[in-house]
């Protein structure tokens, strides 16, 4: 699974991509998390970060954050 | 009954004696952090529920060739309601220059959004009641739709950096679905979030606002900062731009202040300048927006809340 984390690398794109990281492990899932900076890249998908991106699908995009169990939620809405 | 509380707690508890000086701080401190937390949760939790509603996508294209002044009222108001991060400002901005939104009416967006928050509004309201609290969403819009209508009237796109004008992504972004339920939750983060951000600024700042409210001589700024001094009102804003703090950290000190005399336009418009301009914001916008175009923006900005801060000591 593809898993695209994207922000220029704010405090709460941190925080989204340690989510993120958090979720697939406790999922135990098969994945690969990455971080996109750059800005291009990021606007193919949303223009308000922090992002998340699973399989080339936008999950969620702009404030507030999910918490741990909706990006749980989110990913596993994918995984099958 | 919240006033019976604080005053049972400061005199019969904690035992002070009644008028005495620092009876009267803690009773202020105790009286105000509870009104003060209480309204965050509520209203936080509305706005943010309100704010689900208005994603950064559906703003961009509510104002995609709009015409300016509709397009700068417009822009100023959804400035208030939509959600977003300051990391954010750069996509966002070149996502409203590619749906061909005028630079000025962006502007609009740019300046009401950070001005007119969900703590500033509760923070106002708790401290100074509706009235205030209305007189500066109000000015604060002001100022949003006049900057952006004299940044717009300026022509000033030649100094945006050319790559955001180059920028072509050819696809409406898709607005993630939400049912009710998601709103809720996410509401409830976020207004948990805004709190365990702010806390700790607002006891520190309603603590040094209890400590002028006992220990500042009454009228104690009048002579110096008060409505008969002309150069109060540009003072506190040129102090205020470089300054930078969320509305959490300068209200519960500003409403001291004005205990103690400052003229309630002064302290707007310092408030207004604070929260407006900060140098972050500077850095982040320093990505689309060369340097003279930063300055234009810094000095119209200026010389409008100083214009607010003086129609409000002539009115009020």
Request: charged letters at 15%.
């Amino acid at each position: 699974m593809e898993i695209k984390v994207l922000g220029p690398g704010c405090p709460n794109c941190q925080k989204m991509e340690e989510l993120t990281r958090k979720a697939v492990e406790q999922l135990g899932i098969n994945a690969n998390v990455e971080k996109v900076k750059d800005i291009v890249e990021i606007m193919k998908y949303t223009m308000s970060t922090p992002g998340l991106v699973v399989n080339g699908k936008l999950k969620h995009s702009g404030k507030p954050l999910p918490n741990l169990e909706k990006v749980k939620e989110l990913i596993q809405q994918e995984s099958d | 009954m919240l006033k019976d509380f604080a005053d049972y707690i400061t005199y019969n508890i904690i035992n002070l004696e009644y008028g005495s000086r620092l009876g009267d701080v803690l009773e202020f401190f105790i009286y105000e952090t509870i009104k003060i937390f209480f309204l965050l949760t509520v209203i936080i939790f509305v706005i943010s529920l309100i704010r689900s509603f208005f994603p950064p996508e559906k703003t961009k294209r509510i104002l995609s060739h709009k015409k300016e002044f509709i397009g700068n009222i417009l822009a100023a108001l959804l400035g208030i309601v939509t959600p977003f991060c300051s990391c954010s400002a750069v996509p966002l901005f070149i996502g409203f220059v590619e749906a061909g939104v005028p630079l000025g009416v962006t502007f609009s967006f740019l300046i009401s959004s950070p001005m007119i928050n969900e703590v500033a509004v509760v923070l106002l309201f708790g401290l100074f009641g509706w009235k205030v609290t209305a007189i500066y969403i109000g000015a604060g819009l002001l100022v949003a739709i006049f900057g952006g209508l004299v940044i717009g009237k300026l022509k000033l796109e030649k100094w945006v950096e050319e790559y955001v004008y180059k920028f072509h992504n050819g696809h409406e972004y898709e607005i993630i679905k939400q049912t009710f339920k998601d709103r809720l939750q996410y509401a409830k983060m976020n207004t948990l979030d805004i709190l365990k951000r702010v806390w700790l600024f607002i006891v520190i700042a309603i603590g040094i606002g209890g400590f002028i409210h006992g220990y500042v001589p009454q009228d104690f700024l009048t002579h110096y900062a008060g409505k008969g001094n002309v150069f109060a009102v540009p003072a506190a804003v040129l102090i205020g731009v470089p300054l930078y703090s969320n509305a959490a950290g300068v209200i519960p000190i500003v409403y001291a202040l004005m205990e103690k005399g400052l003229s309630m336009g002064t302290v707007l418009a310092f408030m207004m300048a604070v929260t407006a301009l900060s140098l972050p914001e500077m850095i982040i916008l320093r990505k689309v927006l060369k340097v003279p175009l930063l300055g234009v923006f810094v000095g119209i900005m200026t010389v409008t809340i100083i214009a607010v801060g003086y129609l409000f000591n002539a009115i009020l």
